[in-house]
């Protein structure tokens, strides 16, 4: 611009200033919109960063039978074709529990407009087979979501799969005269490939915002 601009020139330089600033704001905001909505496959650091521990290697899960809440038959081979995410509870628990099955909610909400929803099932197994009956446990996990697998069972099964998914758990009495008790465990979610392989956990504190962007991560590196 020269010296002594005329106002015209004066005029013309603020508007090709302006024109640059929107043109850098907008580039900006693009880039900002399409990392939200193109979600990146997560360094392993950034997914344990963000509460996800996945493993080199999945590891195999032995052969199992238990049962949901309508009474079906759940065996490894259900596991296959499908991630699963799987949480370990009893339904007299106050908190932890019900928590984890709200977030469980959370993230299948989320998911439901994406094409991660047809092979995504969550699992809720109990650690309480005594009380937790297929009665007990049918309103229960469809209290939070009907589409939720709840399972009960046998409970040297229930207890091999918990030891096989790193969620440790022990009966604590209550009251000694009544034989009240309640069960002290573990909060990881553990996650199933389609393989029915054990591909690793989350671990508490949960966030579903950081289940969500490392799901999808580890989703995007399998394809």
Same mark, same amino acid.
């Given at each position: 611009?020269?010296?002594?601009?005329?106002?015209?020139?004066?005029?013309?330089?603020?508007?090709?200033?302006?024109?640059?600033?929107?043109?850098?704001? =907008?580039?900006?905001?693009?880039?900002?919109?399409?990392?939200?909505?193109?979600?990146?496959?997560?360094?392993?650091?950034?997914?344990?960063?963000? @509460?996800?521990?996945?493993?080199?290697?999945?590891?195999?899960?032995?052969?199992?039978?238990?049962?949901?809440?309508? @009474?079906?038959? /759940?065996?490894?081979?259900?596991?296959?074709?499908?991630?699963?995410?799987?949480? /370990? @509870?009893?339904?007299?628990?106050? *908190?932890?529990?019900?928590?984890?099955?709200?977030?469980?909610?959370?993230?299948?909400?989320?998911?439901?407009?994406?094409?991660?929803?047809?092979? =995504?099932?969550?699992?809720?197994?109990?650690?309480?087979?005594?009380? *937790?009956?297929?009665?007990?446990?049918?309103? +229960?996990?469809?209290?939070?979501?009907?589409?939720?697998?709840?399972?009960?069972?046998? /409970?040297?099964?229930?207890?091999?799969?918990?030891?096989?998914?790193?969620?440790? /758990?022990?009966?604590? =009495?209550?009251?000694?005269?009544?034989?009240? +008790?309640?069960?002290?465990?573990?909060?990881?979610?553990?996650?199933?490939?389609?393989?029915?392989?054990?591909?690793?956990?989350?671990?508490?504190?949960?966030?579903?915002?950081?289940?969500?962007?490392?799901?999808?991560?580890?989703?995007?590196?399998?394809?």
């Amino acid at each position: 611009m020269p010296a002594n601009p005329t106002p015209a020139e004066r005029q013309n330089g603020i508007r090709n200033t302006v024109i640059v600033i929107v043109l850098v704001i =907008t580039l900006m905001l693009g880039l900002f919109v399409n990392k939200i909505l193109h979600p990146r496959i997560l360094s392993p650091k950034e997914m344990v960063a963000n @509460g996800a521990v996945i493993f080199s290697v999945p590891r195999e899960i032995s052969p199992l039978v238990l049962a949901d809440q309508n @009474g079906a038959e /759940f065996t490894e081979e259900s596991f296959r074709n499908k991630w699963t995410f799987v949480f /370990f @509870g009893f339904t007299h628990c106050p *908190d932890i529990c019900p928590t984890t099955l709200a977030l469980f909610n959370q993230l299948s909400e989320r998911l439901a407009s994406t094409e991660l929803a047809t092979d =995504t099932q969550f699992l809720f197994v109990s650690l309480d087979p005594a009380r *937790d009956t297929v009665e007990k446990i049918k309103p +229960y996990i469809e209290y939070f979501n009907p589409d939720f697998v709840g399972l009960t069972g046998d /409970f040297l099964t229930i207890h091999r799969l918990s030891k096989q998914l790193n969620v440790a /758990f022990r009966k604590v =009495t209550t009251n000694s005269e009544t034989g009240d +008790y309640t069960i002290d465990h573990g909060g990881n979610i553990a996650l199933i490939n389609p393989n029915g392989h054990y591909s690793g956990f989350y671990k508490p504190p949960l966030d579903v915002n950081k289940i969500e962007l490392t799901y999808q991560s580890l989703r995007l590196e399998n394809r």
